[in-house]
């Protein structure tokens, strides 16, 4: 089992900047990927940015040359960060970590964009 909780959303401008966390904890070994997703109101739930098994990373078109992904392994947390936020980006935003074709997922935490 693989437990997730994310911390970092909240309401912002145009144009700023936010950073997403999640702690993992559990089972980490044989983790095939790790990232973020978000769903908006409507819409269905998408790949913002993710860590490959050998650390290469993605990223939705949308999304890139704005947002960041990092992590810090040995306090086991994964970070997002946005900047040049856009009213677009507000969603939920969902950690995610695939073991043996099996998803977890944090409960999600709300980002907000707008004046």
């Known amino acids: 089992q693989v437990q997730l909780v994310e911390s970092g959303g909240g309401l912002v401008q145009p144009g700023g900047s936010l950073r997403l966390s999640c702690v993992a904890s559990?089972?980490?070994?044989?983790?095939?990927?790790m990232g973020w997703y978000r769903q908006a109101p409507g819409k269905e739930r998408e790949l913002v940015a993710q860590?490959?098994?050998?650390?290469?990373?993605r990223y939705a078109d949308s999304v890139k040359g704005r947002f960041t992904i990092s992590r810090e392994s040995a306090r086991n947390t994964l970070y997002l960060r946005m900047n040049s936020l856009k009213p677009d980006d507000t969603a939920v935003y969902y950690c995610n970590v695939e073991r043996y074709s099996t998803n977890y997922w944090g409960q999600g935490t709300q980002v907000t964009v707008s004046s």
């Open positions: 860590f490959s098994r050998s650390g290469n990373t």
């Open positions: 559990g089972i980490l070994l044989s983790i095939d990927t």
